[in-house]
């Protein structure tokens, strides 16, 4: 089952194959480890809090510990895996995550867990944008959107059903568990990319390192990273989270001028020329922004607003979940068939539709009438979008720098997710009020109003720069570079 020591020279992977199924199984499995820990262990928490005698700030700490360094150090994990081995990294990534794991679960104070989890972002960093450049590279055609489609999609299912497995683990074991899981399942996936997922590389990329950008990119977008958590726990703009918010901002104007500049650039000034690549990461900024937005406001109103238990806000967006496991991998290959210009114009004017109506939730919000028709149209819009949006972002760079594309891409959409998380509820008028009925009842109308306007803008700027057919998605020579 090995494959051929550069995907870009060997013929693709057909997506119905024996070993297209494998190469989906590493992939998926692999971006799950990282996706769900960083949800799973919110569960854990009050354990963690009672066991290591842990503050507020301590717990805050253990969740965003793991975000700032997986944000800081994704353009790396891209870049690298271009000049070193797409699957190696990739490996590379999964096994530094399982030690982290390890050192998580066996933490005796609560310092060296957070400083363990930060090492977990490190290794989610490098095993995120090496999921999807492998699909890239190692898929075609039709093919390749509904490999990502279907990554998409069962990427879904596995963050709806990590709430319920992380729960069950805390209830039934030790919270230290929620991070040995990881150990098992990190084991799968090496066996499996070892045996099925063939190695790529960008055959012109320079081994040495772009130094100075590494470091500037991870200084901005930690600083950015840490200034947006900051922000949202203190509900105010500190001197400090001001500060740290300019710097991050400094930090990434400086390193486009150094990567302008530079021989060998972590990433590649040309592809922002081409309008495709910088109209689909604009569009991805507007959109993922939009939908932290919508599930944070959701969940939190349905609890404090309508009265809904814990487990029952929980499982109301379940059925967009559903849909994008039904429907991602058909909406991924009509994206290649029709273009992706149409669906991911039209999903996010469906989802801005979805969240005006979700924005007339209220007190006793009866879920069948009140939130299920927004949920509905909500996840088919989501459906329509994420897999198109996801293919035209690696499609618009050439496949050389799948792993650029991809770590661009992902890093783009953890920064939008973080800001709208915490800009929205300044925005709206709710600062600290969040557990306040009545503050958060008015808020919550204008936060789901901003997210649709979001979601509008979004469509348009795709409307505005992804061409209308696939083919005209791929790079100019010019723009190769």
């Given at each position: 089952m090995t494959g051929p020591a550069d995907a870009s020279r060997g013929a693709p992977v057909?997506?119905?194959?024996?070993?297209?199924?494998?190469?989906?199984?590493?992939?998926?499995?692999?971006?799950?480890?990282?996706?769900?820990?960083?949800?799973?262990?919110?569960?854990?928490?009050?354990?963690?809090?009672?066991?290591?005698?842990?503050?507020?700030?301590?717990?805050?700490?253990?969740?965003?510990?793991?975000?700032?360094?997986?944000?800081a150090f994704l353009l790396l994990g891209g870049s690298l895996g271009d000049r070193f081995g797409r699957r190696r990294v990739f490996l590379v990534g999964v096994v530094w995550f399982a030690a982290a794991s390890l050192a998580c679960a066996l933490a005796p104070t609560v310092g060296l867990l957070v400083a363990a989890r930060a090492l977990q972002g490190v290794g989610g960093a490098l095993l995120t944008p090496g999921s999807l450049a492998i699909i890239q590279s190692t898929f075609a055609g039709e093919d390749r959107g509904r490999a990502i489609g279907a990554w998409s999609g069962l990427g879904g299912i596995a963050g709806a059903l990590a709430p319920f497995l992380g729960g069950w683990i805390v209830e039934?074991?030790?919270?230290?568990?929620?991070?040995?899981?990881?150990?098992?399942?990190?084991?799968?996936?090496?066996?499996?990319?070892?045996?099925?997922?063939?190695?790529?590389?960008?055959?012109?990329?320079?081994?040495?390192?772009?130094v100075a950008g590494t470091v500037l990119a991870a200084a901005g977008l930690a600083a950015l990273t840490w200034a947006f958590t900051a922000w949202t726990e203190d509900g105010t703009l500190r001197p400090a989270v001001a500060a740290a918010l300019a710097a991050g901002v400094a930090a990434l104007v400086a390193f486009v001028v150094v990567e302008s500049r530079a021989a060998a650039p972590l990433v590649p000034p040309a592809l922002f020329r081409w309008r495709p690549f910088a109209g689909t990461n604009a569009a991805t900024l507007l959109v993922y922004a939009a939908l932290s937005g919508v599930f944070f406001f959701l969940v939190v109103t349905l609890q404090v607003v309508s009265g809904y238990s814990p487990l029952a806000a929980g499982l109301a967006p379940v059925p967009v979940t559903v849909?994008?496991?039904?429907?991602?991998?058909?909406?991924?290959?009509?994206?290649?068939?029709?273009g992706p210009r149409l669906p991911m114009t039209v999903g996010p004017l469906v989802c801005a539709a979805a969240t005006?109506?979700?924005?007339?939730?209220?007190?006793?919000?009866?879920?069948?009438?009140?939130?299920?028709?927004?949920?509905?149209?909500?996840?088919?819009?989501?459906?329509?979008?994420?897999?198109?949006?996801?293919?035209?972002?690696?499609?618009?760079?050439?496949?050389?720098?799948?792993?650029?594309a991809s770590g661009v891409n992902n890093a783009v959409a953890r920064v939008a997710g973080l800001l709208g998380i915490a800009v929205l509820p300044l925005v709206a008028g709710v600062g600290t009020g969040l557990t306040d009925p009545a503050t958060l009842a008015d808020g919550h109308r204008v936060a789901m109003l901003v997210c649709a306007g979001l979601l509008v803008a979004g469509g348009l700027v795709s409307l505005a720069t992804v061409p209308s057919s696939s083919d005209a998605v791929r790079p100019e020579a010019s723009d190769r570079a």
């Open positions: 057909a997506y119905r194959s024996a070993r297209g199924r494998w190469v989906l199984v590493a992939t998926v499995l692999g971006s799950a480890l990282a996706f769900i820990d960083a949800t799973v262990v919110t569960i854990a928490l009050p354990r963690i809090a009672a066991e290591l005698d842990a503050s507020t700030a301590d717990l805050q700490w253990t969740v965003n510990g793991y975000g700032l360094t997986l944000a039934v074991t030790s919270w230290r568990w929620v991070f040995g899981i990881n150990l098992p399942l990190a084991a799968v996936v090496v066996v499996v990319a070892l045996r099925a997922v063939p190695e790529s590389v960008d055959p012109d990329a320079v081994r040495r390192l772009d849909l994008l496991l039904l429907l991602s991998s058909t909406s991924g290959a009509l994206g290649v068939r029709l005006v109506l979700l924005a007339g939730i209220g007190p006793d919000a009866p879920y069948l009438t009140a939130v299920l028709p927004g949920v509905l149209l909500f996840g088919l819009g989501l459906a329509a979008v994420v897999a198109p949006l996801t293919t035209t972002a690696l499609a618009a760079a050439p496949d050389r720098l799948a792993g650029v």
